[in-house]
């Protein structure tokens, strides 16, 4: 079955700088590749997805890169703020409807 | 925005005893879901539901889960006879096109 990698675990930047966490799949039947922010005592929530026939997605400061080929999918947060603390999971799934296999998160800690 | 509700938000329960979650998925979604989250591990399938049966379940979700969408409007998942290891986050989501996860019901077998 699909196993998704979630790299780093604990992410710490600055007020201001950029981002980057970076997911592997396994799977190359996988099509559909969602973000979810999670914050204490909450749900997921869906922040962005990429289609496999995408390689690219942007919405404000968030973006999503997808090499299908490489099996390799990132998480791009821009001018960080204190709001955009929490975990992030990415995600694998074969369309939106289907059951979702999940990273293991990373824990990002936006610092004054 | 609609919201998909999990109550209770927090449940102890004795080792052996049987337990209810309970959802109310958004009204028209079609899809219904539990994953559940043990503490600092990533988010796990159990179920999911569509078309009032069992679309999919994982090998986690055995004899002793049920799930049950009793009245149109709540989905129940049931698991008969607790373990200590079943302590943990279980969400339920709904899906129409996208998925909407709930907040979540923190189950503590002791």
Known sequence: GENVEQHPSTLSVQEGDSAVIKCTYSDSASNYFPWYKQELGKGPQLIIDIRSNVGEKKDQRIAVTLNKTAKHFSLHITETQPEDSAVYFCAASMRRDDKIIFGKGTRLHILP | ?110
């Open chain 2, 1 to 110: 925005e609609p919201e998909v509700t999990q109550t209770p938000s927090h449940q102890v329960t004795q080792m052996g005893q049987e337990v209810i979650l309970r959802c109310v998925p958004i009204s028209n979604h079609l899809y219904f879901y539990w994953y559940r989250q043990i503490l600092g591990q990533k988010v796990e399938f159990l179920v999911s539901f569509y078309n009032n049966e069992i679309s999919e379940k994982s090998e986690i979700f055995d004899d002793q889960f049920s799930v049950e969408r009793p009245d149109g409007s709540n989905f129940t998942l049931k698991i008969r006879s607790t373990k200590l290891e079943d302590s943990a986050m279980y969400f339920c989501a709904s899906s129409e096109n996208g998925y909407t996860f709930g907040s979540g019901t923190r189950l503590t077998v002791v």
